[in-house]
């Protein structure tokens, strides 16, 4: 069954600092991995996208890994703001078909 | 900066009743989606919707769902008769090319409220 599973669930960090999450899937065929903010209450907004033969993806502050050998993603933050403040959410696509596997995601909280 | 819009923010219905939820997604996109996800739990995939027919559908989406596009303009979920478990945050999203490679676009939500 397809899996995606990310680490940690929950993360506080100070304004100013970097951070990484992690993902690790399970999904076969692999086909692409994408972050995605999610604000309370809004839909999810896409912050990367990384497809097979990507293994670095980046969006201003935003930097994705794909290691496609061992199955892990990491979305690293650099100079967290504020507005940070969000869940973070692993989709991984399987090719072939469009159904994605998503994360539970990973609710960053950034303090002042 | 064009965007999804979604209809109602917030739906409540009582359990057994059909409900309608409408979206509109970007005016150049070609390939339409739906998505739940009930409140702390993880989004899940629905459907998806291409040349005007449905191209993959998880297994969420059985008989009591159907999904339209009356015009040129809205894309419609339909929930024929809602149980309790339907209760959930539905979002639309809207892609101008397959999703695989294409960035989506989500729509801010409906809150579907089943009593």
């Known amino acids: 069954k397809n899996q995606v599973e990310q680490s940690p669930q929950s993360l506080i960090i100070l304004e100013g600092k970097n951070c990484t999450l992690q993902c690790n899937y399970t999904v076969s065929p692999f086909s692409n991995l994408r972050w995605y903010k999610q604000d309370t209450g809004r839909g999810p907004v896409s912050l990367t996208i990384m497809t097979f033969s990507e293994n670095t993806k980046s969006n201003g502050r935003y930097t994705a890994t794909l290691d496609a050998d061992t199955k892990q993603s990491s979305l690293h933050i650099t100079a967290s703001q504020l507005s940070d403040s969000a869940s973070y959410i692993c989709v991984v696509g399987s090719g072939g078909s469009y159904i994605p596997t998503f994360g539970r995601g990973t609710s960053l909280i950034v303090h002042p | 900066e064009p965007e999804v819009t979604q209809t109602p923010s917030h739906q409540v219905t009582q359990m057994g009743q059909e409900v309608i939820l409408r979206c509109v997604p970007i005016?150049?996109?070609?390939?339409f989606y739906w998505y739940r996800q009930i409140l702390g739990q993880k989004v899940e995939f629905l459907v998806s919707?291409?040349?005007?027919?449905?191209?993959?559908k998880s297994e969420i989406f059985d008989d009591q769902f159907s999904v339209e596009r009356p015009d040129g303009s809205n894309f419609t979920l339909k929930i024929r008769s809602t149980k309790l478990e339907d209760s959930a945050m539905y979002f639309c999203?809207?892609?101008?090319?397959?999703?695989?490679?294409?960035?989506?676009?989500f729509g801010p939500g409906t809150r579907l409220t089943v009593l």
């Open positions: 005016s150049n996109h070609l390939y």
């Open positions: 999203a809207s892609s101008r090319g397959p999703s695989s490679y294409n960035e989506q676009f």
């Open positions: 919707f291409y040349n005007n027919e449905i191209s993959e």
